[in-house]
């Protein structure tokens, strides 16, 4: 048995992990798809897809799963919903399986005739890329809702500091350089 999940996993944390494993108990193999893969710099994807491979392969190894068993691949939008089944399909290996919780992701892929398995939320109002984001920008703790691999990755990449300079506006009256001397 093969299973797709799919998320932007802006940034990779502790839930995803948690389904990541749920999902390895009774499928052979996982692809982890990275979805908005083109997307990057802003405030609800500041992340490359590259990077969140990074988080992902990382956090997994240092989690001793055996990454034989693991795909992760990048699917960029196509913004057409009624083909994006389709699209991901171009992408993957074949699977069987689908584990979302998003509703649209979840409506698309059964009107594919997939079988949509929702796993169960694990402390979902923490676990969550937007909570996180929020956080980051509010210098409050995140470090304890994301892998700590994920984290390493995070700060090699001076993620923090992406994200306080994307925020802000050049409709103010500070001087780019006023700007980078603030961060
Ligand atoms: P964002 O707030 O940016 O949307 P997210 O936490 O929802 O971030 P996604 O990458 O959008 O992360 O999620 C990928 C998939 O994982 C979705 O199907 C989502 O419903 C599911 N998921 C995310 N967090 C959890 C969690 N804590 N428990 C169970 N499923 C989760
Ligand atoms: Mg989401």
Same mark, same amino acid.
């Given at each position: 048995m093969r299973a797709l999940y799919i998320g932007r996993f802006q940034p990779f944390h502790l839930g995803h992990l948690h389904v990541v494993k749920y999902i390895l108990e009774s499928s052979k193999e996982v692809i982890i798809a990275i979805g908005s893969s083109q997307v990057s710099h802003t405030i609800q994807n500041p992340f490359t897809a590259g990077e969140r491979f990074l988080m992902i392969k990382k956090t997994l190894e240092t989690e001793g799963v055996d990454l034989r068993r693991v795909h992760i691949l990048p699917v960029p939008d196509i913004y057409r919903n009624?083909?994006?089944?389709?699209?991901? /399909?171009?992408?993957?290996?074949?699977?069987?399986?689908?584990?979302?919780?998003?509703?649209?992701?979840?409506?698309?892929?059964?009107?594919?005739?997939?079988?949509?398995?929702?796993? /169960?939320?694990?402390?979902?109002?923490?676990?969550?890329? /937007?909570?996180?984001?929020?956080?980051?920008?509010?210098?409050a703790d995140w470090e304890s809702l994301v892998p700590k691999a994920t984290a390493e990755v995070i700060k090699d990449i001076d993620g923090v500091a992406r994200l306080l300079e994307i925020i802000k506006s050049d409709k103010k009256e500070t001087s780019y350089q006023e700007m980078s001397n603030s961060v």
């Open positions: 009624a083909l994006w089944v389709k699209h991901v /399909e171009t992408i993957t290996p074949p699977f069987d399986v689908v584990y979302a919780n998003e509703p649209v992701t979840v409506r698309l892929f059964k009107e594919s005739s997939y079988d949509v398995r929702g796993p /169960e939320f694990y402390k979902r109002t923490v676990y969550s890329g /937007e909570e996180i984001r929020n956080r980051i920008l509010k210098a």
